[in-house]
């Protein structure tokens, strides 16, 4: 069993940061890809940021630039730092990992009021 613990959420106003982070524990022979999901009520789920275990990121497009995803292996940690927030950012983030299945965190509030 791999349980994904999450924190870092909260109320943040435009403009300013927070920082997200994972941890991985559990019964986990080797984590590949990690990183971050989010959605906002309405909305489907969409990609934040992924890493993979060699350190390689993707972000898209509306959030280059504002977030930076990095990570410890030896931790199985993941971080997501989020600068210059906008309230279009508010939605639940869920943490994801890949260790021959993939597995999710039970989410994590962020608003960002305007």
């Known amino acids: 069993q791999v349980q994904l613990v999450e924190s870092g959420g909260g109320l943040v106003q435009a403009g300013g940061s927070l920082r997200l982070s994972c941890a991985a524990s559990g019964s986990i022979f080797s984590i590949s890809d990690m990183g971050w999901y989010r959605q906002a009520p309405g909305n489907q789920r969409e990609l934040v940021a992924a890493i993979t275990r060699a350190g390689r990121t993707n972000y898209p497009e509306h959030v280059k630039g504002r977030f930076t995803i990095s990570r410890d292996n030896a931790k199985n940690t993941v971080w997501l730092q989020m600068n210059s927030l906008k309230p279009e950012d508010t939605a639940v983030y869920y943490c994801?990992?890949?260790?021959?299945?993939?597995?999710w965190g039970q989410g994590i509030q962020v608003t960002v009021s305007s």
């Open positions: 994801f990992v890949v260790a021959r299945k993939d597995y």
